[in-house]
């Protein structure tokens, strides 16, 4: 069973910066990716970005490329969301997730492993 658990959400004003953390453990820890998503208040969960860490691919969600950057930590079981330039509308529950390997990343029922959530507040 693997654990992940995030931490680094928090209110901030718009244009300001937060560093999400994603620490993995327990069986199987080491899995093939790695993903952020995000659910807002009346909203599905939706994609930001996902590590594929065999070649240390990286991919992004259109609203957030540019801003965001994903990476594995040097323990190689932390993942971290380094989120620029925040915007109100990035302001969700945002969701840390690992699975095996799968084509695409978007689906969030194509990752079976979940952490808890930490909250991100934008304001204007």
């Known amino acids: 069973q693997v654990q992940l658990v995030e931490s680094g959400g928090g209110s901030v004003q718009a244009g300001r910066s937060l560093r999400l953390s994603c620490e993995a453990s327990?069986?199987?820890?080491?899995?093939?990716?790695m993903g952020w998503f995000r659910q807002a208040p009346g909203r599905g969960r939706e994609g930001v970005a996902a590590l594929y860490i065999v070649g240390q691919r990286t991919y992004y969600a259109d609203s957030v490329k540019g801003r965001f950057t994903i990476s594995l930590g040097s323990d190689e079981k932390t993942v971290y969301l380094e989120m620029n330039s925040l915007k109100p509308d990035d302001t969700a529950m945002y969701y840390c997730?690992?699975?095996?390997?799968?084509?695409?990343?978007?689906?969030?029922?194509?990752?079976?492993?979940w952490g808890q959530g930490t909250q991100v507040t934008v304001s204007s």
């Open positions: 997730s690992s699975g095996g390997y799968r084509a695409g990343w978007r689906n969030p029922s194509d990752w079976p492993n």
């Open positions: 327990g069986n199987g820890m080491n899995r093939p990716r």
